[in-house]
T-cell receptor
């Protein structure tokens, strides 16, 4: 069962902030975040291990709430280069050695 | 550092045919995962190979099979192609361990089944 991402799409003006959420019905061991630009391969952004740890990549950060089985990705002061589709990938003991991806959140940053 | 490369980039096949897709892992990586990505959707896990052995499989029928070679390159084979098999097939390499390490994706093979 794949994680659920929300919102499905968001349009931002350059400099605005956005939050993307990822929820799972399974107990999670880790959460990965990837960004895929049109016609390109997904690119790794960050990994979060259980413990509510926050990580950062440029002005993109994320948190992981192990108890709620949720992760959030924060796009701060968005740049045009942040446009793309963001996927969370979850790792759980129940699912074994695989990363299960959500349906994605399309982000469009306009000038 | 050599990245993940996949071949071919595009492929058109007829229903019922067989296809083989290839992937060269990033140097230093010993694990390869294959994903199917339909248009507008997230990647769906097909299977994973670790040190030449299948190490996990998603909800795909047995006509999807794979191999990993001693140099950690990999193949995905699909028999008896169906129209629904049309998708982008992504290969991702990583370093196997107790926690899934970051996946490094290739640019994919776009398969069209007519």
């Amino acid at each position: 069962q794949q994680p659920v991402q929300s919102p499905q799409a968001v349009i931002l003006r350059e400099g605005e902030d956005a939050v993307i959420n990822c929820s799972s019905s399974k107990a999670l061991y880790s959460v990965h975040w990837y960004r895929q630009k049109h016609g390109e391969a997904p690119v790794f952004l960050m990994i979060l291990l259980k413990g509510g740890e926050q990580k950062g990549h440029e002005k993109i950060s994320a948190s992981f709430n192990e108890k709620k089985q949720q992760s959030s990705l924060y796009l701060t002061a968005s740049q045009l280069s942040y446009s793309g589709t963001y996927f969370c990938g979850t790792e759980s003991r129940a699912a074994g050695n695989k990363l299960t991806f959500g349906g994605g959140t399309r982000v469009l940053v306009k000038p | 550092e050599t990245g993940v490369t996949q071949s071919p980039t595009h492929l058109i096949k007829t229903r019922g045919q067989q296809v083989t897709l290839r992937c060269s892992s990033q140097s230093g990586h010993n694990t390869v995962s294959w994903y199917q990505q339909a248009l507008g959707q997230g990647p769906q896990f097909i299977f994973q190979y670790y040190r030449e052995e299948e190490n996990g499989r998603g909800n795909f029928p047995p006509r999807f099979s794979g191999l990993q070679f001693p140099n950690y390159s990999s193949e995905l084979n699909v028999n008896a192609l169906e129209l629904d098999d049309s998708a982008l097939y992504l290969c991702a390499s990583s370093f196997g361990g107790p926690v899934i390490s970051p996946l490094h994706f290739g640019n994919g093979t776009r398969l069209t089944v007519t």
